[in-house]
């Protein structure tokens, strides 16, 4: 919600922006789709059942009794069925003869420092690692920290935790020591598995002594595995273990026992802006129903012949879902990445998708931003004549990025799929088919079939096509958070408590004259100016629609005659020259786009912007610059300076009229 203004608060989001481009499937991938229209109807006559058939894909060692029980806010999905996650990723396309498929080809960061896994390679692996565990007095329930850069053996321990039971709780590879220790201490974890270092950059980043430090206050910890991936000099201490020493001499054998469909699968914390972090916690059928179904069904996913890369780091929900859970489950090939997009070139990205022929692609705004901004000519270099589908996740697309995406990326063949969803609703539930749907760019079009979300007003009440407000789901679905880990009731106070028997998922949100949706971000950044309330999300997209602009964020700042004013922080394109008059330009672009009410008080040109590790944009930083205040907790940026070079820039800060 705004900032309060007391008697002063509209009713819902204002929807100013227009945007009349189409994109209709391609026929040839519209003919073969995995999903076809009709699964909007089938879920529509009966959602339950077409969740258990989605749940069909699955191999089960029990099948449910019962397909939901919920208690609201509390649900519980194939109760009564039993199943192995682990075994589901890998074993069983061994036994189905699948067992020399690629499961990943894993591209480290330096040139020429790759590894191939198969399926059958890769469940020697997690047998191995499975053992090590075992052997390390980890057991079913019992929670495990994982530490780790982007390399094989973080899946691997991912699906080792899985197979026996045991919960984990991947932390980011770029958190503090004490973001760290209040996440093993929060979910009480024994074992933290963890490595030397990872390569960002082109150089070894230390990992280690991040974990020594935390691990020193955390007596409940027993033990710390240790991959040596880089070779760094590490201090060791009795609890530390190699993992060459452990998991290299056990069996390869390991036998699959299976759990209860609601027995946990993992803890992942989410910071939100503030408060203590919330460990969401995901449990094991509903999860791994969803996950792989919505991956069928949105990147369209042919096991036989895709080869699929999804950019995120596995430390974020994302790579949960999309790199480790929903691809496997699914048997497919996929790319993974160890490091940055400019290391050793700015063409890093493209050069992997033609050695790997990439065929579906998943990343985040934020990324296509910053190809934009370095130039067209450089992807323009490579052969992407493989790429069919390309994903957005994590942010609202601008149209102009979606645009460009499909143009220099997709050579204007490739659908592009808008995929809404959170770390809470554990995989994908608002996105276009792309089979199916006639694409807009910058809209997440409709609910996944089996999901029921809608836009609501401040009472609750349905909002009618070409209105806005809030985004809520009505149903439970079957990979929903099952609460906060031990805090109930937080659960029920963040998610459920805002509207009446529905999920607020905490985003602003409209439905155009079609009915298709479009997400206009987080509700605490919604901008109050003048009895209006205006969606950030749409005045950046009409910033990044001018040529000159790479990437915006805009916030709303205390004014004494508008309530708050926008103040707006801009990424020129590479091209592009800062000129004396770029901030009257912008400024009147941005009035003539969406409307006078609109117009930024300020601009602010930057060369960087506030992000979360996983790419979103940290306003409420951004809200501390530009009310004057000192910059609060920054501990969750994925660069702890770049608010000194924004604050740098403070002194052209003028009040523009
Ligand atoms: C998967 C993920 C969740 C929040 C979510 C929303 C934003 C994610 C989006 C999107 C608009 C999209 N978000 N995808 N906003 N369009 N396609 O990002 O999980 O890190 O928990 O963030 O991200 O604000 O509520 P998580």
């Not at 672009?589 to 912007?609: F, M, S």
């Given at each position: 919600m705004a900032p309060e203004t007391p008697g002063n608060e509209p009713q819902a989001l204002s929807n100013l922006l227009q945007e009349n481009r189409r994109f209709a499937p391609p026929a040839a991938l519209a003919a073969a789709a995995n999903v076809t229209s009709a699964a909007y109807a089938e879920a529509a006559a009966d959602r339950l059942a077409f969740w258990e058939h989605a749940a069909e894909r699955l191999s089960w060692a029990k099948r449910w009794d019962t397909t939901l029980e919920w208690n609201p806010p509390f649900a519980k999905w194939f109760v009564g069925g039993e199943l192995n996650v682990a075994y589901n990723c890998v074993d069983r396309h061994v036994e189905e003869g699948r067992g020399d498929k690629v499961a990943y080809h894993w591209e480290g960061e330096p040139e020429g420092d790759t590894r191939t896994l198969t399926y059958s390679d890769l469940?020697?692996?997690?047998?191995?690692?499975?053992?090590?565990?075992?052997?390390?007095?980890?057991?079913?329930?019992?929670?495990?920290?994982?530490?780790?850069?982007?390399?094989?053996?973080?899946?691997?321990?991912?699906?080792?935790?899985?197979?026996?039971?045991?919960?984990?709780?991947?932390?980011?590879?770029?958190?503090?020591?004490?973001?760290?220790?209040?996440?093993?201490?929060?979910?009480?974890?024994?074992?933290?598995?963890?490595?030397?270092?990872?390569?960002?950059?082109?150089?070894?980043?230390?990992?280690?002594?991040?974990?020594?430090?935390?691990?020193?206050?955390?007596?409940?910890?027993?033990?710390?595995?240790v991959v040596r991936r880089t070779g760094q000099e590490v201090e060791t201490n009795g609890k530390d273990v190699w993992w060459h020493d452990v998991v290299e001499r056990q069996s390869d054998q390991h036998t699959a026992e299976p759990h209860g469909a609601e027995d946990p699968l993992y803890i992942l914390y989410t910071s939100g802006t503030t408060g203590k972090p919330k460990g969401i916690l995901h449990t094991t059928g509903g999860y791994l129903t969803q996950t792989a179904y919505t991956h069928h069904a949105v990147f369209d996913l042919k096991p036989e012949t895709d080869i699929?890369?999804?950019?995120?780091?596995?430390?974020?929900?994302?790579?949960?879902?999309?790199?480790?859970?929903?691809?496997?489950?699914?048997?497919?090939?996929?790319?993974?990445?160890?490091?940055?997009?400019?290391?050793?070139?700015?063409?890093?990205?493209?050069?992997?998708?033609q050695k790997y022929k990439i065929t579906i692609l998943y990343t985040a705004p934020t990324?296509?931003?910053?190809?934009?901004?370095?130039?067209?000519?450089?992807?323009?270099?490579?052969?992407?004549?493989?790429?069919?589908?390309?994903?957005?996740?994590?942010?609202?697309?601008?149209?102009?990025?979606?645009?460009?995406?499909?143009?220099?990326?997709?050579?204007?063949?490739?659908?592009?799929?808008?995929?809404?969803?959170?770390?809470?609703?554990?995989?994908?539930?608002?996105?276009?088919?792309?089979?199916?749907?006639?694409?807009?760019?910058?809209?997440?079009?409709?609910?996944?079939?089996?999901?029921?979300?809608?836009?609501?007003?401040?009472?609750?009440?349905?909002?009618?096509?070409?209105?806005?407000?809030?985004?809520?789901?009505?149903?439970?679905?079957?990979?929903?958070?099952?609460?906060?880990?031990?805090?109930?009731?937080?659960?029920?106070?963040?998610?459920?408590?805002?509207?009446e028997g529905m999920y607020f998922p905490g985003d602003g949100a409209k439905r155009d004259e079609d009915g298709d949706l479009w997400l206009l971000g987080r509700v605490d950044d919604v901008m109050l100016v003048s009895g209006h309330n205006i969606s950030t999300t749409e005045v950046e997209s009409a910033l990044v629609s001018h040529p000159k602009v790479a990437e915006a964020a805009v916030v709303g700042a205390t004014d004494p005659v508008t309530g708050q004013a926008i103040v707006s922080f801009v990424i020129l394109r590479g091209t592009a020259e800062e000129s004396a008059d770029i901030g009257t330009e912008l400024r009147n672009h941005v009035a003539k786009t969406l409307g006078p009410i609109a117009k930024p008080r300020q601009i602010l040109v930057v060369?960087?912007?506030?992000?979360?590790?996983?790419?979103?944009?940290?306003?409420?930083?951004?809200?501390?610059?530009?009310?004057n205040r000192s910059v609060g907790d920054v501990t969750t940026l994925a660069d702890s300076t770049v608010m000194d070079l924004i604050s740098e820039k403070l002194p052209s800060a003028k009040s523009e009229d």
């Amino acid at each position: 919600m705004a900032p309060e203004t007391p008697g002063n608060e509209p009713q819902a989001l204002s929807n100013l922006l227009q945007e009349n481009r189409r994109f209709a499937p391609p026929a040839a991938l519209a003919a073969a789709a995995n999903v076809t229209s009709a699964a909007y109807a089938e879920a529509a006559a009966d959602r339950l059942a077409f969740w258990e058939h989605a749940a069909e894909r699955l191999s089960w060692a029990k099948r449910w009794d019962t397909t939901l029980e919920w208690n609201p806010p509390f649900a519980k999905w194939f109760v009564g069925g039993e199943l192995n996650v682990a075994y589901n990723c890998v074993d069983r396309h061994v036994e189905e003869g699948r067992g020399d498929k690629v499961a990943y080809h894993w591209e480290g960061e330096p040139e020429g420092d790759t590894r191939t896994l198969t399926y059958s390679d890769l469940k020697n692996e997690v047998g191995k690692a499975a053992n090590a565990l075992q052997e390390l007095g980890v057991g079913k329930g019992d929670r495990v920290a994982i530490y780790m850069p982007m390399i094989p053996e973080l899946p691997i321990a991912m699906l080792a935790c899985a197979r026996i039971g045991a919960v984990h709780s991947v932390v980011f590879g770029g958190f503090s020591a004490s973001a760290l220790k209040s996440r093993i201490d929060d979910a009480d974890a024994k074992l933290v598995i963890t490595a030397d270092g990872g390569y960002r950059r082109g150089k070894p980043s230390a990992l280690k002594p991040t974990v020594d430090e935390a691990v020193a206050e955390c007596p409940q910890v027993e033990h710390v595995l240790v991959v040596r991936r880089t070779g760094q000099e590490v201090e060791t201490n009795g609890k530390d273990v190699w993992w060459h020493d452990v998991v290299e001499r056990q069996s390869d054998q390991h036998t699959a026992e299976p759990h209860g469909a609601e027995d946990p699968l993992y803890i992942l914390y989410t910071s939100g802006t503030t408060g203590k972090p919330k460990g969401i916690l995901h449990t094991t059928g509903g999860y791994l129903t969803q996950t792989a179904y919505t991956h069928h069904a949105v990147f369209d996913l042919k096991p036989e012949t895709d080869i699929y890369w999804c950019t995120a780091d596995i430390g974020w929900v994302t790579g949960h879902s999309y790199i480790v859970y929903g691809p496997l489950a699914n048997g497919a090939t996929s790319v993974i990445y160890e490091g940055t997009p400019d290391t050793p070139h700015r063409g890093r990205f493209w050069e992997i998708v033609q050695k790997y022929k990439i065929t579906i692609l998943y990343t985040a705004p934020t990324a296509i931003r910053t190809f934009m901004k370095w130039g067209d000519d450089i992807p323009a270099k490579f052969d992407m004549s493989s790429l069919r589908i390309l994903g957005s996740v994590g942010e609202p697309i601008n149209p102009e990025a979606y645009v460009w995406y499909r143009e220099h990326i997709g050579d204007n063949r490739c659908p592009v799929v808008d995929t809404w969803w959170q770390t809470e609703t554990g995989a994908i539930m608002i996105s276009p088919l792309p089979g199916v749907t006639e694409g807009k760019p910058g809209a997440a079009m409709r609910p996944l079939p089996g999901i029921d979300a809608d836009v609501v007003d401040d009472q609750g009440n349905s909002v009618p096509n070409g209105g806005g407000g809030f985004l809520v789901v009505r149903e439970p679905w079957p990979s929903m958070l099952r609460t906060i880990w031990g805090d109930d009731q937080r659960y029920i106070d963040t998610y459920w408590s805002r509207f009446e028997g529905m999920y607020f998922p905490g985003d602003g949100a409209k439905r155009d004259e079609d009915g298709d949706l479009w997400l206009l971000g987080r509700v605490d950044d919604v901008m109050l100016v003048s009895g209006h309330n205006i969606s950030t999300t749409e005045v950046e997209s009409a910033l990044v629609s001018h040529p000159k602009v790479a990437e915006a964020a805009v916030v709303g700042a205390t004014d004494p005659v508008t309530g708050q004013a926008i103040v707006s922080f801009v990424i020129l394109r590479g091209t592009a020259e800062e000129s004396a008059d770029i901030g009257t330009e912008l400024r009147n672009h941005v009035a003539k786009t969406l409307g006078p009410i609109a117009k930024p008080r300020q601009i602010l040109v930057v060369p960087e912007l506030p992000k979360t590790r996983s790419g979103k944009i940290m306003r409420r930083l951004l809200r501390d610059v530009a009310e004057n205040r000192s910059v609060g907790d920054v501990t969750t940026l994925a660069d702890s300076t770049v608010m000194d070079l924004i604050s740098e820039k403070l002194p052209s800060a003028k009040s523009e009229d």
